[in-house]
């Protein structure tokens, strides 16, 4: 009775460890993203930067930050130190077919003037896409990928195309950070499953320690 008691305290602890491992694991990276949010508004508020600027909520030109007179503004805040600039740590959100007012937008390189997204040291990305999730949010709605009029993202009037950005935990120094995809994953976590088939391999060890033991009584 006495090593029965101890090998199932041994195997509730193995298991309970396991599970915790797994919880940790599998939760802890997510809780790091989705820092960054946009909306459209007439004025950004403190801690919020002016992405760009757009003629209407719907079947919109775009204009540039400073340069435009368009009152509907995308602003984006909730990470540290968010800055429009195109160079260090940042991602071009879109290209505008004009300088100032009157643009349509572009995900690649035809348009010369770029409108870009940075956080300080953190991971930036941003892309087209169908639906922004994991962790990216969404600044606009764009009626294509290329010559294309804007809208924004409040599910009235909006376009199909997404435009998304990411903003999350700094690089490792000496390494690359992978950034989440915006589909999402359905990638398994291997540490965490790695952790419970170790839990496994102990316990099914432990049992057979025991029953070698009253084999040989």
Same mark, same amino acid.
Do not use: Q, W
């Given at each position: 009775m006495r090593w029965g008691a101890v090998f199932a305290a041994l195997l509730v602890a193995v298991v309970a460890s396991a599970l915790c491992t797994y919880w940790v694991l599998s939760t802890g990276p997510a809780s790091s993203a989705g820092g960054?949010?946009?909306?459209?508004?007439?004025?950004?508020?403190?801690?919020?930067?002016?992405?760009?600027?757009?003629?209407?909520?719907?079947?919109?030109? *775009? !204009?540039? /930050?400073?340069g435009s007179g368009y009152g509907n503004v995308v602003c984006c805040g909730g990470v540290t130190l968010p800055g429009t600039s195109c160079s260090g740590t940042h991602d071009t959100v879109l290209r505008l077919s004009a300088i100032d007012d009157n643009a349509h937008v572009a995900s690649g390189g035809t348009y010369s003037t770029e409108i870009c997204l940075s956080a300080g040291t953190a991971v930036v990305d941003c892309m087209f896409a169908s639906s922004c999730t994991g962790g990216y949010a969404c600044l606009a709605t764009a009626s294509a990928t290329n010559n294309a009029h804007v809208a924004d993202c409040n599910g009235v009037d909006d376009y199909a195309t997404k435009v998304?950005?990411? *903003? !999350?935990? /700094?690089?490792?120094?000496?390494?690359?950070?992978?950034?989440?995809?915006?589909?999402?994953?359905?990638e398994p976590n291997y540490m965490a499953l790695a952790g419970v088939v170790a839990a496994a391999l102990v316990a099914l060890s432990a049992g057979a320690w025991y029953a070698r033991r009253r084999w040989n009584r």
């Open positions: 960054l949010a946009c909306s459209v508004k007439a004025s950004c508020g403190v801690g919020e930067v002016a992405v760009f600027r757009m003629s209407s909520t719907s079947n919109a030109h *775009a !204009g540039t /930050p400073g998304c950005c990411y *903003a !999350g935990d /700094p690089l490792p120094v000496g390494g690359i950070a992978e950034l989440p995809e915006v589909s999402g994953s359905s």
